[in-house]
């Protein structure tokens, strides 16, 4: 018999496999989608895009790779990447991704790591914008 943690990766797999696909790659640069809020974040890796977006229904995190898209045009998306705190990242290499189901079962965050196997940015979903955090590792 399976225990928790195990069917907790099985069921995952799907979701957080895509990860996979941007592992090792540099990070070129970060585009956001804001209405007043942030409700798009754009990672431009070498070959393809993480788009992370907030789900204004249920108030969750969505995200999806897809191939590289010119997100330069247009008024909708702002280059970021020399803004804090994309900057420091730009040029990095993706290492890992997570995901967090809080104790109501909503999939409302995404840790990521870039140069290093503990993470680095947290994006979390509230009040229907996606709300961006930098971990720090406390040495004690």
């Known amino acids: 018999m399976e225990d928790a943690r195990t069917q907790a990766a099985y069921a995952l797999n799907p979701l957080i496999s895509d990860f996979g696909l941007i592992g090792g790659q540099a990070l070129k640069s970060v585009f956001e989608k804001k209405d007043g809020d942030t409700e798009e974040i754009i990672f431009n890796f070498k070959k393809v895009s993480l788009i992370i977006s907030a789900n204004c229904d249920d108030d969750t995190i969505d995200f999806k790779i897809v191939k590289i898209s010119d997100y330069s045009s247009g008024n909708t998306y702002n280059d970021v990447s020399n803004r804090n705190p994309w900057d420091q990242f730009i040029g990095r290499r993706f290492c890992w991704g997570w995901v967090a189901i809080n104790q ?7 840790l990521l790591s870039f140069e290093a196997i503990v993470p680095s940015i947290m994006l979390n979903v509230a009040a229907s914008s996606i709300k961006i955090g930098i971990i720090v590792q406390v040495n004690i």
């Not at 109501?104 to 995404?110: E, N, P, R, V």
């Open 104 to 110: 109501q079962g909503y999939l409302d965050s995404i």
